[in-house]
């Protein structure tokens, strides 16, 4: 199995959650995936797959993506907001100006040895909610304890940006339960 990389922002992980600069939440599981069985869908078949990409559409939301990231594959799953929420111009979605950004993710519960439909995937930008999903599939019952191992918030472009990148958070909560 591989392990992930400390090094690295987004390292293979068995469960990821990115809050993302603009109006996006997405996940990772690429430690679950079934390397044997890239691009088959397994939904229905076995819970020894990944739910964020490559191994089928776990729960309604869209197969995910699958890349070959070196000697393996990676996976993305991402939800995003129906309109570009922050912009280059002055104004109330300014992105110079400080907003009030929140998410929530709350695991699928695992019922009979399956992974369940009811995760909760949830984003706020200003107070508006913007991405409202209850019916989300992080685990499947191969993990069922398996908790959210890396939290990432910030602009992720992978290795060789062209361009300097800054984000500025102030009061960062981080909470285990309501």
């Known amino acids: 199995?591989?392990?992930?990389?400390?090094?690295?922002?987004?390292?293979?992980?068995a469960g990821q959650a990115h809050l993302?600069?603009?109006a996006r939440l997405a996940i990772q599981d690429g430690l679950n995936l079934d390397e044997s069985r890239v691009g088959q869908n397994l939904v229905g078949v076995t819970e020894k797959r990944a739910m964020a990409g490559g191994n089928g559409d776990s729960d309604g939301h869209g197969p995910g993506d699958c890349y070959r990231a070196g000697d393996h594959h990676a996976n993305s799953k991402v939800w995003k907001a129906d309109q570009v929420?922050?912009?280059d111009n002055p104004g109330p979605r300014y992105k110079g100006d400080w907003h009030h950004v929140r998410?929530?993710?709350q695991l699928n519960s695992v019922q009979d040895g399956k992974g369940a439909k009811d995760g909760v995937l949830q984003y706020w930008f200003d107070d508006k909610l913007l991405l409202d999903h209850h019916d989300v599939v992080f685990r499947t019952g191969q993990h069922p304890n398996m908790k959210i191992n890396q939290f990432l918030m910030l602009p992720y472009y992978g290795p060789g940006v062209p361009h300097e990148q800054s984000i500025w958070v102030d009061d960062l909560r981080i909470y285990t339960e309501e």
Do not use: N, V
């Open 1 to 13: 199995m591989r392990r992930p990389d400390p090094a690295s922002a987004a390292s293979p992980t």
């Open 20 to 22: 993302e600069y603009d």
């Open 85 to 87: 929420y922050l912009g």
């Open 103 to 105: 998410a929530k993710f």
